[in-house]
């Protein structure tokens, strides 16, 4: 016998469907306050459909009336992450017709499921995407939570993200969202979730949805409501009505959580995405385009860095035109006897240009041996002291010496590839009891080429100083500077203002920060002390600074900013005018993501005529760390102008890869080269780059050339890869055998190995090295070993076994490159050609390079037309794949 509850319910079905003609419902899915939603079929089409039936009693009426003019707006719109409205029933009864999404909410399935980061990611561009596609109509969906976002899990791995549920949508072109009566009404949507305009019943925005949004995205991928400090609420978990009222007090009244404090491991660009998109002020978030665009590059990102772990335009001058001969002889005297006083007078105005300078480390001779601690802190002493004099003096700009450490080579190599106008080289030469100091001062000899320039000495010194105590060798130091530089005035040696003991206590800690790359809790309690003490020798606030941010690049510790933060508070107000105190306030506050006061540090700085170079620097530094990389690349581009420096070369290039610009990357990468061919990392890049774009002659010569200079197994791995690929397979196998040797139980380099062997014909042999790494990597289940595991099984003709292993890497993460590429290898096999093709697609719109799938694993796909489509390479060096 039926229960009365299940004849109310078919009673509301048939009452509800009365005048739905056409449509059979299946079941109630759910119901509210406005209305049931019906599973139905479209015995037209015969289709599976839900159905929103809106309740038609007075009072509710009017809201009813809302909803279906936003879901006419709705049915405008086609995108696969917002669920489709495919018509509008008016009368007799109001329904919305819409698709039907077979599978669950986001919220139940962060329940039943652990998701990767990259998953995470893969779900938030998906729903950005969503919200971009309904912000272009001009609609406010108001409730963006887990609850209104549909998984469509059919596709397997392939989890589709769907909007749903604009049951409280409103529209910018409306006047009901910004009228009196709007503002007047109940606040509608989920306390949690909503933005501080919204719960204030403020006017909306689009940039409310991005709130709630990175409400979403923060509680996705920290597991933690971002304004929920003393609660553990997580996605899945429905919060009681005190906490959701908790939660809005704090919306509305606190900050929300740091993302890097609450999960160190995020990405800085994500973590920096999160807080923009909580910012209280709507204009500072992010709109829905530019969350694709950021969580695109993350994804981009992340891919690149598991495919590294696999083993502008010009500024032109505008052209003169030419003047019209039109003055007399005695007028064109008078003019340019006027001209020419004014130029003069211009000219005695103008400062002199900069003039950037490189300190090299002092060099020693011991003619005598010196003590350890007392030769690195006469050392540090002289490099500090001539660093710290070209700091403080106006027009002569210090070149890090972070760009020298990448630097090995003579001084016309030095000076190419930094930029240099002028390189002071210190050398001692010493006995026990004194020492000798030659400075030598070097500089270009002018030429209409900067090709033919030659560097030469252009003033050199030598003199004696004695190792009795360190200042006056720091002093020493500074006046033979001053005496080497002789016709610059500003340049005066500089007294210091602090104790020979602290100076010397001082020395140490430099020694132990900049040359042993020490740093730590009890370095940063030394510098508070000695600043304690000597509050006006500025050289303490820059190494204590240095440590800090050091420290906080590895910890994330938000403590070490705030212990920062007050100390510089307390900077006596003679050094906070100077350039070098904006400076560090500017790194200061871009690390502590105080973006507002960044920008006006910036603004200050260019008051007060900072170098051009300094500027574009540290304006590419901002844009960088707020995830705009192409501004950032422009900023970049303008520094070369005034010193073109390998750093920025490779800066410029780094973000191009990054951007997908990977012609342009090459471009700055080559132009580096030819600064400098010694920087091990830029052929590393340019040959990663070379084998993405399919070009395997030119990567397979920088290869050689890393393998020349620097052989060891990482640059034989690839080399070994590149001669395969290029079917070059002895030369491949007799470099893989060569890598191995550095660590023979290495499971990566065993499996390329493995792969020389099988492609080289030792099949036999190759087995026997594929059981090893299945030996190796048997217990372990991170992604890398499950890779190399269902490649060995595969080509041991485990294809049962190799297919199960890849599924599991594929829950951990589907969208990594080199797991997609394993699966597509197997399907290959299995001659699944539909699903293997679906992963090579996947693999390369996640950064894979199409070179990569010329292996002959891939050769039966050659049957498939859309396959050789799908992997073509354009190019001078590239050749047909089937």
Same mark, same amino acid.
Request: with cysteine.
């Given at each position: 016998?039926?229960?009365?509850?299940?004849?109310?319910?078919?009673?509301?079905?048939?009452?509800?469907?009365?005048?739905?003609?056409?449509?059979?419902?299946?079941?109630?899915?759910?119901?509210?306050?406005?209305?049931?939603?019906?599973?139905?079929?479209?015995?037209?089409?015969?289709?599976?459909?839900?159905?929103?039936?809106?309740?038609?009693?007075?009072?509710?009426?009017?809201?009813?009336?809302?909803?279906?003019?936003?879901?006419?707006?709705?049915?405008?719109?086609?995108?696969?992450?917002?669920?489709?409205?495919?018509?509008?029933?008016?009368?007799?009864?109001?329904?919305?017709?819409?698709?039907?999404?077979?599978?669950?909410?986001?919220?139940?399935?962060?329940? %039943?499921?652990?998701?990767?980061?990259?998953?995470?990611?893969?779900?938030?561009?998906?729903?950005?995407?969503?919200?971009?596609? &309904?912000?272009?109509?001009?609609?406010?969906?108001?409730?963006?939570?887990? +609850?209104?976002?549909?998984?469509?899990?059919?596709?397997?791995?392939?989890?589709?993200?769907?909007?749903?549920?604009?049951?409280?949508?409103?529209?910018?072109?409306?006047?009901?969202?910004?009228?009196?009566?709007?503002?007047?009404?109940?606040?509608?949507?989920?306390?949690?979730?909503?933005?501080?305009?919204? !719960?204030?019943?403020?006017?909306?925005?689009?940039?409310?949805?991005?709130?709630?949004?990175?409400?979403?995205?923060?509680?996705?991928?920290?597991?933690?409501?971002?304004?929920?400090?003393?609660?553990?609420?997580?996605?899945?978990?429905?919060?009681?009505?005190?906490?959701?009222?908790? &939660?809005?007090?704090?919306?509305?009244?606190?900050?929300?959580?740091?993302?890097?404090?609450?999960?160190?491991?995020?990405?800085? %660009?994500?973590?920096?995405?999160?807080?923009?998109?909580?910012?209280?002020?709507?204009?500072?978030?992010?709109?829905?385009?530019?969350?694709?665009?950021?969580?695109?590059?993350?994804?981009?990102?992340?891919?690149?860095?598991?495919? !590294?772990?696999?083993?502008?335009?010009?500024?032109?001058?505008?052209?003169?035109?030419?003047?019209?001969?039109?003055?007399?002889?005695?007028?064109?005297?008078?003019?340019?006897?006027?001209?020419?006083?004014?130029?003069?007078?211009?000219?005695?105005?103008?400062?002199?240009?900069?003039?950037?300078?490189?300190?090299?480390?002092?060099?020693?001779?011991?003619?005598?041996?010196?003590?350890?601690?007392?030769?690195?802190?006469?050392?540090?002493?002289?490099?500090?002291?001539?660093?710290?004099?070209?700091?403080?003096?106006?027009?002569?700009?210090?070149?890090?010496?972070?760009?020298?450490?990448?630097?090995?080579?003579?001084?016309?190599?030095?000076?190419?590839?930094?930029?240099?106008?002028? &390189?002071?080289?210190?050398?001692?030469?010493?006995?026990?009891?004194?020492?000798?100091?030659?400075?030598?001062?070097?500089?270009?000899?002018?030429?209409?080429?900067?090709?033919?320039?030659?560097?030469?000495?252009?003033?050199?010194?030598?003199?004696?100083?004695?190792?009795?105590?360190?200042?006056?060798?720091?002093?020493?130091?500074?006046?033979?500077?001053?005496?080497?530089?002789?016709?610059?005035?500003?340049?005066?040696?500089?007294?210091?203002?602090?104790?020979?003991?602290?100076?010397?206590?001082?020395?140490?800690?430099?020694?132990?920060?900049?040359?042993?790359?020490?740093?730590?809790?009890?370095?940063?309690?030394?510098?508070?002390?000695?600043?304690?003490?000597?509050?006006?020798?500025?050289?303490?606030?820059?190494?204590?600074?240095?440590?800090?941010?050091?420290?906080?690049?590895?910890?994330?510790?938000? /403590?070490? !900013?705030?212990?920062?933060?007050?100390?510089? /508070?307390?900077?006596?107000?003679?050094?906070?005018?100077?350039? /070098?105190?904006?400076?560090?306030?500017?790194?200061?506050?871009?690390?502590?993501?105080?973006?507002?006061?960044?920008?006006?540090?910036?603004?200050?700085?260019?008051?007060?005529?900072?170098?051009?170079?300094?500027?574009?620097?540290?304006?590419?530094?901002?844009?960088?760390?707020?995830? +705009?990389?192409?501004?950032?690349?422009?900023?970049?581009?303008?520094?070369?102008?005034?010193?073109?420096?390998?750093?920025?070369?490779?800066?410029?290039?780094?973000?191009?890869?990054?951007?997908?610009?990977?012609?342009?990357?090459?471009?700055?990468?080559?132009?580096?080269?030819?600064?400098?061919?010694?920087?091990?990392?830029?052929?590393?890049?340019?040959?990663?780059?070379?084998?993405?774009?399919?070009?395997?002659?030119?990567?397979?010569?920088?290869?050689?050339?890393?393998?020349?200079?620097?052989?060891?197994?990482?640059?034989?791995?690839?080399?070994?890869?590149?001669?395969?690929?290029?079917?070059?397979?002895?030369?491949?196998?007799?470099?893989?055998?060569?890598?191995?040797?550095?660590?023979?139980?290495?499971?990566?380099?065993?499996?390329?190995?493995? +792969?020389?062997?099988? !492609?080289?014909?030792?099949?036999?042999?190759?087995?026997?090295?594929?059981?090893?790494?299945?030996?190796?990597?048997?217990?372990?289940?991170?992604?890398?070993?499950?890779?190399?595991?269902?490649?060995?099984?595969?080509?041991?003709?485990?294809?049962?076994?190799?297919?199960?292993?890849?599924?599991?890497?594929?829950?951990?993460?589907?969208?990594?490159?080199?797991?997609?590429?394993?699966?597509?290898?197997?399907?290959?096999?299995?001659?699944?050609?539909?699903?293997?093709?679906?992963?090579?697609?996947?693999?390369?719109?996640?950064?894979?390079?199409?070179?990569?799938?010329?292996?002959?694993?891939?050769?039966?796909?050659?049957?498939?037309?859309?396959?050789?489509?799908?992997?073509? &390479?354009?190019?001078?060096?590239?050749?047909?794949?089937?």
């Amino acid at each position: 016998m039926a229960s009365a509850s299940n004849d109310t319910t078919e009673i509301q079905t048939n009452n509800d469907f009365q005048h739905l003609k056409g449509y059979r419902p299946i079941k109630l899915l759910g119901q509210g306050g406005m209305g049931r939603v019906y599973l139905a079929e479209d015995e037209t089409l015969g289709r599976q459909i839900a159905i929103k039936v809106l309740h038609h009693n007075n009072e509710s009426a009017s809201y009813a009336e809302d909803v279906l003019q936003e879901a006419r707006t709705l049915a405008k719109i086609n995108h696969p992450n917002v669920v489709q409205v495919h018509s509008v029933i008016e009368q007799p009864g109001a329904a919305i017709i819409m698709e039907y999404v077979p599978g669950i909410t986001l919220k139940k399935y962060q329940l %039943e499921n652990s998701l990767s980061l990259q998953q995470k990611i893969g779900l938030l561009y998906q729903i950005a995407q969503g919200l971009q596609a &309904i912000h272009q109509h001009n609609i406010v969906h108001k409730d963006i939570k887990a +609850d209104n976002i549909l998984l469509d899990t059919r596709d397997g791995q392939n989890i589709k993200a769907k909007l749903t549920d604009f049951g409280i949508a409103a529209r910018l072109n409306e006047a009901p969202l910004n009228s009196d009566a709007a503002k007047s009404e109940k606040v509608r949507g989920s306390l949690p979730w909503m933005s501080p305009e919204q !719960l204030q019943n403020q006017s909306l925005c689009t940039a409310s949805d991005m709130f709630s949004f990175g409400l979403l995205a923060f509680q996705l991928l920290a597991d933690k409501h971002a304004f929920a400090k003393h609660s553990s609420l997580n996605l899945a978990e429905t919060p009681t009505e005190t906490t959701a009222t908790d &939660i809005a007090q704090a919306i509305v009244n606190d900050s929300a959580m740091n993302a890097s404090d609450i999960t160190p491991a995020l990405p800085p %660009e994500l973590a920096q995405l999160l807080n923009q998109l909580l910012d209280k002020t709507p204009d500072k978030r992010p709109s829905s385009k530019q969350v694709c665009d950021r969580l695109q590059q993350v994804q981009r990102m992340l891919a690149q860095q598991d495919i !590294l772990g696999m083993e502008t335009q010009t500024i032109e001058t505008l052209p003169i035109s030419k003047a019209k001969k039109s003055y007399t002889l005695p007028a064109i005297a008078v003019a340019c006897v006027a001209l020419i006083s004014i130029l003069v007078a211009w000219f005695m105005m103008q400062p002199p240009p900069t003039r950037y300078v490189a300190v090299l480390k002092p060099q020693i001779t011991e003619t005598e041996p010196l003590s350890s601690l007392q030769k690195n802190l006469v050392l540090t002493s002289i490099e500090d002291a001539l660093q710290q004099l070209i700091i403080s003096t106006p027009h002569l700009m210090l070149i890090p010496q972070s760009e020298l450490d990448d630097t090995q080579g003579d001084i016309a190599l030095i000076g190419k590839s930094t930029g240099a106008d002028d &390189i002071v080289a210190p050398e001692l030469i010493c006995n026990a009891q004194h020492c000798e100091l030659v400075l030598s001062l070097y500089n270009q000899t002018e030429t209409n080429n900067a090709e033919d320039a030659k560097w030469h000495t252009t003033n050199r010194l030598q003199n004696p100083i004695y190792l009795e105590s360190y200042q006056p060798i720091y002093q020493f130091a500074q006046t033979q500077l001053t005496n080497l530089y002789s016709g610059i005035s500003e340049l005066n040696a500089k007294s210091l203002v602090i104790s020979e003991e602290d100076y010397a206590e001082y020395l140490e800690i430099y020694y132990q920060v900049y040359t042993l790359s020490q740093s730590g809790r009890s370095t940063l309690e030394k510098l508070e002390s000695l600043i304690a003490k000597n509050r006006y020798f500025f050289p303490l606030y820059s190494v204590f600074l240095d440590v800090v941010l050091r420290d906080y690049l590895n910890s994330k510790d938000q /403590e070490l !900013l705030i212990k920062a933060n007050n100390m510089f /508070e307390f900077v006596p107000n003679e050094l906070k005018h100077t350039t /070098e105190f904006y400076i560090h306030s500017f790194y200061l506050a871009l690390e502590s993501e105080r973006y507002v006061e960044t920008e006006a540090l910036l603004a200050q700085l260019e008051e007060k005529n900072a170098e051009n170079e300094k500027i574009h620097m540290l304006k590419a530094s901002y844009f960088q760390a707020k995830g +705009d990389y192409q501004s950032a690349t422009s900023q970049y581009i303008l520094a070369l102008k005034y010193r073109p420096s390998a750093s920025t070369y490779y800066h410029i290039a780094s973000n191009y890869w990054w951007l997908g610009n990977l012609d342009n990357a090459i471009i700055y990468l080559l132009k580096l080269k030819n600064l400098n061919p010694n920087i091990h990392r830029v052929n590393n890049l340019l040959a990663v780059i070379y084998l993405q774009k399919g070009d395997l002659k030119a990567a397979t010569h920088v290869y050689e050339e890393i393998v020349l200079k620097n052989p060891n197994a990482a640059t034989l791995t690839n080399l070994a890869i590149a001669k395969m690929l290029n079917k070059e397979y002895s030369e491949g196998l007799e470099l893989a055998e060569k890598a191995l040797t550095y660590d023979p139980n290495h499971a990566g380099r065993l499996i390329n190995y493995a +792969d020389a062997l099988l !492609l080289a014909g030792h099949v036999e042999k190759s087995k026997g090295v594929y059981s090893q790494v299945l030996s190796i990597t048997r217990d372990q289940t991170d992604l890398g070993s499950l890779t190399r595991q269902a490649q060995a099984l595969l080509h041991l003709n485990e294809v049962s076994t190799a297919l199960s292993v890849i599924t599991e890497a594929k829950k951990i993460a589907p969208s990594n490159p080199n797991v997609l590429f394993i699966s597509a290898m197997i399907l290959a096999h299995l001659r699944e050609n539909h699903s293997a093709i679906n992963d090579i697609k996947l693999a390369i719109e996640q950064g894979l390079g199409k070179i990569w799938f010329y292996f002959p694993w891939f050769d039966s796909l050659c049957a498939t037309p859309s396959f050789s489509e799908i992997i073509s &390479i354009e190019g001078k060096n590239s050749f047909p794949r089937c």
